[in-house]
């Protein structure tokens, strides 16, 4: 509950930040922040252990790095995207997904505008892998490998279970 309320308030401010130096206007930027902190996902799951809402901001963080990065290249913008990502690829197998798709556009978009760039920031991608998957995500990653399942079990491979039709109201199901 805590770590919502915490990366809420980051994302916030770095949007504000963000559309501080985009648009020179303060407020435009504080538009921006308190539409990112007020959010009825955010509001809803400030108070549980839901984290679509903590998903969401990470999501936003790391878009708004990866922005940063392709304009400057600096240390301190890789790290956070590394940081993020590892988060992502932790808290939800869609923040995975999701946290590949906006480091391969960004990647993507390097190598057709800035070679250099693309380059620190492949070896980057290569760590935040390492550490994702193999250090922080190693269960359940590799513990899934090595049992000899897929390795996003239990949602996927030939011994998938399905973990969501018990949580639906059965109103919803009719």
Known sequence: ???NAFIG???SLKAYLFAKEKTQS????WIVA?????NPIFIEQLHTFYV????????LLLIIYNLELADDLNLSHLFYIGLISVLLI????????VAGLIDLATFTYLMLKRRSYAVKYFIGGVFIIFFGVGV????PYVVNLLNGRHIFFPLLGPDKLDIITSLIPEPMLQ
Do not use: H, P, Q, R
Not at 34 to 38: D, G, K, R, S
Not at 136 to 139: C, E, L, M, N
């Open 1 to 3: 509950m805590f770590l």
């Open 9 to 11: 308030i980051i994302t």
């Open 26 to 29: 303060k407020l435009a930027s």
């Open 34 to 38: 308190i539409i990112v902190l007020l």
């Open 52 to 59: 679509d809402a903590l998903m969401s901001n990470l999501l």
């Open 90 to 97: 932790n808290i939800k197998f869609t923040g995975f997904a």
């Open 136 to 139: 922080f995500g190693y269960s």
